[in-house]
Each structure stands twice: as C-alpha cells, then as structure tokens.
C-alpha cells in the first residue's frame, strides 16, 4: 500500500507545475494584497490602475479581464468588465483600452472602469484575467452574466491580482 502512494504523490509533485496557471497578472501601481492607489477611486480621479499581464498562453485568442469587490454589502459588486483584449496585450495604461477591446456594464451602469467607492471599512478588489480559446462575439454593454456564460468552456488559464481600499480616503 506504501509504494502505491508514494508512487501517486511523486506523481502529483512531478506533474503539478505543469497543472498550475503560468499566466501572471501584475500591476506597477500596487503589489498583490496592497491598498490601490487613491486616484483609483470613484470619488476621486477614477481612473484604473496600470495592469500587467504575462505568460498568456499561446493559445489564447483573447483576454477578459474582471473587477470586482466580493465584500459590498449587496453581495459582489463589478467595477470593470474588458473582453476582446487582443492575447499580445502586454499592459492597460489608466483609460486606455485597445481598439478591438469592449467593455461592459458594470454595477454602476457604465461601460467602463469606475473604482473603488466601499460605504465602510476595507475592501478587497479582485483583477482577474482570462484567457479565451476565442474571441467573443458579444457588444459593448453586456453585463457580467452574459460575460460569463460567453465564456463558458472557452477559459485557458486565468491569473488574480488583488488590492484594497479603505472606505475613508
């Protein structure tokens, strides 16, 4: 019985980086667990974080990327939703998408980023980036279900990059 398990965790240590997501989302404005800076902010300039991606996979034909803050009251509030990013996409520079890319309704009721704005305490906002086996054929304006069920079975990896931001800035 010894043997067979040991035979099955060498199995699972050997093969498990292979399993994990290599795609990485990263961000020169703040370090994954760290407050986003204050122009972030609804109430002040608005304006996205500069947002890195690397190692997208080669079979990615496009990105999605995903804001959101699970601790609103309400339940999980969108901030930002981007599909058709083209998959050679190094970076997002605040308020500039590229051309092909659409962007989504968020709960706001825009097409477009607008940040941080938690009622109380600190919240976590997660920027999370899919890479899709295709482009999607959805317009500008679709909300996150539809976002969602467009990408259903097409996701290739995926990378999280979180940050906080305190209710009084």
């Known amino acids: 019985m010894l043997p067979r398990r040991l035979i099955a965790l060498c199995s699972l240590l050997c093969f498990a980086p292979f399993c ?3 795609m990485k989302i990263l961000s020169p404005s703040f370090s994954n667990g760290q407050p986003l800076p204050r122009e972030c902010g609804y109430r002040y300039a608005n304006r996205n ?3 890195l991606f690397s190692e997208v996979p080669a079979k990615a034909r496009s990105l999605v990327l995903i804001m959101d803050d699970p601790d609103a009251p309400r339940g999980t509030f969108v901030h930002w939703l981007v599909w058709n990013l083209p998959p050679a996409t190094a970076k997002l520079l605040p308020g500039k998408l590229p051309p092909e890319a659409c962007a989504g309704r968020n709960h706001f009721g825009h097409d477009r980023y607008d ?3 938690p009622p109380s305490g600190i ?3 997660f920027f999370r980036v899919f890479a899709l086996d295709a482009p999607l054929g959805l317009t500008t304006g679709a909300d996150r279900k ?3 069920k ?3 079975g097409h996701v290739v990896d995926e990378a999280t990059l979180m940050g906080t931001y305190p209710s009084h800035r």
């Open 20 to 22: 994990a997501s290599a």
């Open 49 to 51: 974080p500069e947002i």
């Open 115 to 117: 940040g941080p704005a």
């Open 123 to 125: 919240h976590r906002y």
């Open 146 to 148: 539809e976002l969602e």
């Open 150 to 152: 467009a990408m259903e």
